[in-house]
């Protein structure tokens, strides 16, 4: 069974740092492609970043230079390293293996809302709180 739970969600200021840790199991990184994504109230899904299983590794415009996105193949656990925040950082992030992306493999914005991508592709955690503040 596939399962994966995020966690370190919280509420910071602008200019803050957070790390969210997704703990993995039923999945070998490897053979599958992982991904962080993000559900902002009134926007759509975004894929903030991914590594793929050949080891290709992309970043979202929108957080470039700012987000981190590692794997501890130890301990099976993903983490996203969130520096310089902004509130427009603020949403849902999940976790996700095998997600959807964005033509051509890339992260970014996707179609359609985080939910509707849950059921239909891949495999999700349950989400994780991020809110920051100005």
């Known amino acids: 069974e596939v399962q994966l739970v995020e966690s370190g969600g919280a509420s910071v200021q602008a200019g803050g740092s957070l790390r969210l840790s997704c703990t993995v199991s039923?999945?070998?990184?490897?053979?599958?492609?992982m991904g962080w994504y993000r559900q902002a109230p009134g926007n759509t899904c975004e894929l903030v970043s991914i590594?793929?299983?050949?080891?290709?590794?992309y970043y979202a415009d929108s957080v470039k230079g700012r987000f981190t996105f590692s794997q501890d193949y130890t301990r099976n656990t993903m983490y996203l390293q969130m520096k310089s925040l902004k509130p427009e950082d603020t949403a849902v992030y999940y976790c996700?293996?095998?997600?959807?992306?964005?033509?051509?493999?890339?992260?970014?914005?996707?179609?359609?809302?985080?939910?509707?991508?849950?059921?239909?592709?891949?495999?999700w955690g349950q989400g994780t709180q991020v809110t920051v503040s100005s």
């Open positions: 996700a293996a095998d997600g959807p992306t964005v033509v051509g493999g890339f992260a970014g914005t996707l179609e359609d809302t985080c939910a509707a991508m849950r059921a239909i592709d891949g495999d």
């Open positions: 039923g999945v070998r990184f490897d053979d599958r492609d």
């Open positions: 590594i793929m299983n050949d080891g290709r590794q």
